[in-house]
């Protein structure tokens, strides 16, 4: 088992065969095997069905799911040998009303981590990820022309330049600052206007060209807070399917408590205790609600509030 903090969306059990997935005929060979599955997608949302042990992901017949799709499937891996793919239903109409009436329902994404086993949420997210990528590069950026799906659709390839196109996983960094000044240590939240009311979360931003982890912490803070970091701690990351990126969850102490929303990316901060953090977390803080379980940022909170005493 790991020793490190395995997030939501993080964890998936396949292995991915990465060489094996090359063949074309391989590929082929493994959806046509009796005990292959697939899981299915609809505009991003996979198909949930009501386990008695709980929400559980739907897994179809691979045959039954070529019947169903046509061209919009990709190879995720093995489970201990048997093959496991996804397939995608397009079109406005909920697949649940027809092609897959009684199975299950769609659910957003979000929505799933939520109530799926960690695993089946790693696996859902890494299918959204991949067909989200796959629509955006129907093209090839070389040249323009049309790009064939390879390597069980975990790369495009373009016909006309033979140009090889991989998935691109976009670097974020996510940070809780810390102020350790002061009668007691805090946490700084922030809040940007489109978020539900009352909720507040973690600073975050991506990676820009030419920048390490820790300069685009230093940069991301002192560009939505006004504050200067003064030390990074890195605790874990997060891959995040919407549509793919890879959250890297800091700790970053800063050098004071002057802390200026800059109106742009937040619209208000608080500083937080660890007694009042543990509260957000909780649920019975007053005025401030914390980012969901499955998010990064909630898992950063109860990090650093667990670092500290109990009351």
Same mark, same amino acid.
């Given at each position: 088992?790991?020793?490190?903090?395995?997030?939501?969306?993080?964890?998936?059990?396949?292995?991915?065969?990465?060489?094996?997935?090359?063949?074309?005929?391989?590929?082929?060979?493994?959806?046509?095997?009796?005990?292959?599955?697939?899981?299915?997608?609809?505009?991003?949302?996979?198909?949930?069905?009501?386990?008695?042990?709980?929400?559980?992901?739907?897994?179809?017949?691979?045959?039954?799911?070529?019947?169903?799709?046509?061209?919009?499937?990709?190879?995720?891996?093995?489970?201990?040998?048997?093959?496991?793919?996804?397939?995608?239903?397009?079109?406005?109409?909920?697949?649940?009303?027809?092609?897959?009436?009684? =199975?299950?329902?769609?659910?957003?994404?979000? /929505? !799933?981590? $939520?109530?799926?086993? @960690?695993? #089946? +949420?790693?696996?859902?997210? %890494?299918?959204?990820?991949?067909?989200?990528?796959?629509?955006?590069?129907?093209?090839?950026?070389?040249?323009?022309?049309?790009?064939?799906?390879?390597?069980?659709?975990?790369?495009?390839?373009?016909?006309?330049?033979?140009?090889?196109?991989?998935?691109?996983?976009?670097?974020?960094?996510?940070?809780?600052?810390?102020?350790?000044?002061?009668?007691?240590?805090?946490?700084?939240?922030?809040?940007?206007?489109?978020?539900?009311?009352?909720?507040?979360?973690?600073?975050?931003?991506? =990676?820009?060209?030419?920048?390490?982890?820790? /300069? !685009?912490? $230093?940069?991301?803070? @002192?560009? #939505? +807070?006004?504050?200067?970091? %003064?030390?990074?701690?890195?605790?874990?990351?997060?891959?995040?399917?919407?549509?793919?990126?890879?959250?890297?969850?800091?700790?970053?102490?800063?050098?004071?408590?002057?802390?200026?929303?800059?109106?742009?990316?937040?619209?208000?901060?608080?500083?937080?205790?660890?007694?009042?953090?543990?509260?957000?977390?909780?649920?019975?803080?007053?005025?401030?609600?914390?980012?969901?379980?499955?998010?990064?940022?909630?898992?950063?909170?109860?990090?650093?509030?667990?670092?500290?005493?109990?009351?």
């Amino acid at each position: 088992m790991p020793t490190w903090t395995v997030n939501s969306f993080a964890g998936n059990p396949l292995d991915r065969a990465g060489e094996l997935r090359n063949d074309p005929d391989w590929i082929a060979e493994q959806k046509v095997r009796a005990d292959a599955v697939a899981l299915a997608l609809w505009e991003g949302r996979p198909l949930i069905e009501a386990h008695i042990d709980g929400p559980r992901l739907v897994w179809l017949d691979m045959s039954h799911a070529l019947k169903l799709v046509t061209d919009r499937d990709l190879f995720l891996g093995l489970w201990k040998g048997a093959p496991v793919f996804a397939v995608e239903f397009e079109g406005a109409q909920d697949p649940s009303d027809g092609a897959v009436r009684g =199975l299950g329902v769609f659910h957003e994404m979000r /929505e !799933a981590a $939520a109530i799926l086993p @960690a695993t #089946e +949420a790693a696996m859902a997210g %890494t299918a959204k990820s991949l067909f989200d990528w796959r629509r955006r590069h129907g093209f090839c950026s070389a040249c323009g022309q049309a790009t064939r799906s390879g390597s069980g659709g975990w790369k495009r390839v373009c016909e006309a330049c033979r140009t090889e196109h991989f998935p691109r996983v976009d670097p974020v960094t996510i940070m809780l600052p810390v102020y350790e000044g002061g009668d007691e240590p805090r946490c700084l939240l922030g809040r940007q206007a489109a978020w539900p009311p009352g909720r507040m979360s973690a600073l975050a931003g991506f =990676l820009e060209p030419g920048e390490s982890i820790e /300069e !685009a912490c $230093a940069r991301e803070v @002192a560009e #939505e +807070a006004g504050l200067t970091v %003064t030390a990074v701690r890195h605790h874990s990351s997060q891959p995040w399917p919407f549509p793919s990126q890879l959250m890297i969850g800091l700790i970053a102490s800063v050098s004071d408590d002057q802390a200026r929303p800059d109106q742009t990316e937040l619209e208000s901060v608080a500083w937080l205790t660890r007694a009042e953090a543990r509260a957000v977390l909780d649920g019975v803080h007053p005025a401030i609600k914390a980012p969901p379980p499955f998010a990064i940022a909630h898992t950063l909170i109860r990090a650093w509030v667990e670092e500290g005493p109990r009351d």
